[in-house]
């Protein structure tokens, strides 16, 4: 079959997918109320989405850094939106509670720090708000089992606000994916593979949160407050949703397959000491804390259908971004730092084809529909498509296309690494959070342009 020829058939081969996508139920309401608890770097940015939208109504913030509330402030103010109403700036780390009125909000973001999303997932949902959470769902495995179980007894929506899903390319290989272009799956890859060390370690000045100094914890601002924490005392997968997040659609998690085993390795850990030492002097104070978080934590799953899922987490060393994504099946493969893919009987023997011809063809409907009005939205776009399918779905009273089990399976990665290496680097089995549900749920995510 001629390149142009089976290019055509996989289109129709897609659009056929999409014709047996779930319809979902017609919008319910117009207009939401949402409430945004934590107004930080993260949620400065959710929050520049939602205040541009028509159809939803800012209605409380809540922060306990007080520089950062009025930088929110200011966002609204300038979208030409009401002023919301405030709560936090007291320094009350409970204030929080008190936009938990399901009378006056219709949905909650959490973009606080990772410790506090379990706790505060869990008090919005008995309070019958829908959640819609930045990663992590949670620290401990405890955490996500009960997580879960609130939202099963409760039936209040949750999504995990994983932006990642809707990356433009990793949507068009979605695409690529459900028409069969790469064959039957095997293996996926995906990672955090990010240079952190100016986001965790910084001056201490207010209103810098990245670079100039090395500190963090008490002495840090922004992020090197509370996140830097974590890389002193926990060895594991620590940030997993944004690499196995679009692995697990391409695989159908949840909707007839699941993650069955893991097991995790870790490096020494050399690149934050060396980072302190560099920036700060040896005699630095900080160049004598001893850092648990392994340079690069390697983590494999295996799934119920017979693939296996390798993700990296690479965050304390010198390097450029990439979320290092691989897609490969009995015919071909897709990766994605070399922009390149691989067709067998469409691309030369053993050579790469650009990727960009590919994108083009099969680019998804929600970019082909959104892509101006995402242009100047956060992380290339990604961050408008993720508050626009959970405002969607929120105002339809439909499933969330990142639903609870998904939060609570990609999220669990982290705490069952962290285990799988204090064992020795042991295989562990991967808890079935659906109990069984899995092997009759079908797909939903992202089967047209709505959301």
């Not at 630095?284 to 340079?295: E, I, M, Q, R, S």
Request: charged share 20%; glycine share 10%; proline share 5%.
């Amino acid at each position: 079959m001629q390149r142009r020829e089976l290019l055509r058939s996989s289109l129709a081969a897609a659009g056929a997918a999409l014709a047996f996508g779930p319809a979902l139920a017609a919008t319910g309401r117009e207009r939401v109320r949402i409430a945004l608890i934590g107004t930080g770097m993260r949620g400065q940015v959710l929050l520049q989405e939602l205040v541009r939208r028509d159809d939803v109504e800012v209605v409380a913030l809540c922060d306990i850094d007080p520089f950062m509330l009025k930088r929110a402030l200011a966002q609204v103010e300038k979208a030409g939106k009401p002023r919301p109403r405030t709560v936090g700036e007291n320094g009350d780390a409970q204030a929080w509670r008190q936009l938990l009125d399901a009378s006056k909000v219709d949905g909650v973001i959490i973009a606080t720090p990772w410790e506090w999303h379990a706790q505060m997932a869990i008090a919005a949902m008995q309070a019958r708000i829908t959640v819609g959470c930045e990663v992590v769902a949670g620290v401990t495995l405890q955490d996500h089992w009960d997580v879960l179980n609130t939202q099963l007894k409760t039936g209040t929506p949750y999504m995990l606000l994983e932006n990642v899903c809707y990356r433009r390319d990793v949507m068009a290989v979605l695409q690529m994916v459900r028409a069969g272009l790469f064959g039957e799956l095997v293996h996926l890859q995906g990672g955090y593979q990010h240079d952190l060390r100016a986001v965790k370690f910084n001056s201490g000045e207010v209103g810098k949160a990245y670079g100039g100094g090395v500190e963090f914890g008490a002495r840090g601002w922004s992020e090197a407050r509370w996140r830097t924490e974590h890389s002193v005392r926990r060895n594991g997968e620590l940030y997993p949703s944004h690499g196995i997040g679009p692995c697990a659609m391409y695989a159908n998690i949840h909707r007839g397959n699941r993650f069955t085993h893991i097991n995790a390795f870790a490096t020494k850990a050399r690149g934050l000491h060396d980072y302190v030492e560099k920036q700060g002097g040896k005699d630095h104070p900080n160049a004598a804390v001893k850092f648990a978080l392994g340079d690069v934590v390697t983590t494999t799953l295996a799934c119920e259908n017979g693939e296996t899922i390798i993700l990296q987490h690479d965050t304390s060393l010198p390097r450029p971004y990439s979320l290092g994504f691989r897609v490969q099946g009995t015919k071909g493969l897709w990766m994605d730092v070399n922009k390149s893919l691989h067709v067998e009987g469409i691309s030369p023997p053993h050579q790469w084809e650009p990727f960009q011809p590919y994108q083009d063809k099969f680019e998804h409907p929600l970019w082909k529909k959104y892509a101006a009005t995402a242009a100047s939205a956060g992380h290339g776009g990604m961050d408008f498509f993720v508050i626009h399918a959970f405002i969607e779905a929120l105002k339809a009273s439909a499933p969330m296309p990142i639903d609870i089990y998904d939060a609570v399976a990609w999220s669990a990665i982290t705490p069952l690494s962290e285990q799988s290496i204090a064992g020795g680097f042991k295989t562990l089995e991967f808890p079935d959070f659906t109990a069984g549900q899995w092997k009759t749920r079908k797909p939903i995510f992202a089967f047209d342009d709505r959301y």
